[in-house]
């Protein structure tokens, strides 16, 4: 199955610092990157989806000018959590596909714990 | 609105058999989607499917009913290393995934 790494796997910062996370399609051309968040013993919300070469889309309620996407290549997308607080300590994973209907290849996932 | 329902948590035994529902509301229908998730790890794909029946792959299974919204997952044989939350989520008509909150698969010796 297709490939999808995500770096760093965990990432311990202090408030009020910025932290990038990379999502990398390893053996396929991701036309779609997708970011997820989830909290402690809850389902996975969708934070935005990016196609390459344009702008994510995010979803209400998550503040882009906080969490800023770049989706720069096939391969590639960055999710920079700016100005972080402790709320937004959770797992980040971003996941992969490479059409519109087809399986989400997802990362391993980034643990976010801001002091 | 678009909606996915699955049990909260579900215990079984080690060598039998159990089935996990899922119903879903989703405005337009482009397939059902079952993921494994173990503790503190990224989801990993085990099937999906689009037409009306049963899938099987291995010990594990998966059905759908387009006309009543209705999805199972079975898993035959039961193994310690199932224990794990199992998510359904479809895809509704612009190709985003509806996420159910997951359902713990508690498995006893």
């Known amino acids: 199955g297709a490939v999808v790494s995500q770096h760093p796997s965990w990432v311990i910062c202090k408030s009020g610092t910025s932290v990038k996370i990379e999502c990398r399609s390893l053996d396929f051309q991701a036309t779609t990157m997708f970011w997820y968040r989830q909290f402690p013993k809850q389902s996975l919300m969708l934070m935005a989806t990016s196609n390459e070469g344009s702008k994510a889309t995010y979803e209400q309620g998550v503040e882009k000018d906080k969490f800023l996407i770049n989706h720069a290549s096939l391969t590639l997308s960055t999710l920079t959590v700016t100005s972080a607080h402790p709320e937004d300590s959770s797992f980040y994973i971003c996941?992969?596909?490479?059409?519109?209907?087809?399986?989400?290849?997802f990362g391993p996932g980034t643990r976010l714990t801001v002091l | 609105g678009q909606n996915i329902d699955q049990p909260t948590e579900m215990t079984a035994t080690e060598g039998a058999i159990v089935q996990i529902n899922c119903t879903y509301q989703?405005?337009?229908?482009?397939?059902l989607f079952w993921y494994q998730q173990h503790a503190g790890e990224a989801p990993t794909f085990l099937s999906y499917n689009v037409l009306d029946g049963l899938e099987e792959k291995g010990r594990f299974s998966s059905f759908l009913s387009r006309s009543k919204g209705y999805s199972y997952l079975l898993l035959k044989e039961l193994q310690m290393k199932d224990s794990a939350s199992y998510l359904c989520?479809?895809?509704?008509?612009?190709?985003?995934?509806?996420w159910g909150a997951g359902t713990k698969l508690i498995i006893k010796p």
């Open positions: 989703t405005s337009g229908f482009n397939g």
């Open positions: 989520a479809a895809m509704d008509s612009n190709y985003q995934l509806i």
């Open positions: 996941s992969a596909s490479n059409g519109e209907w087809s399986e989400q290849f």
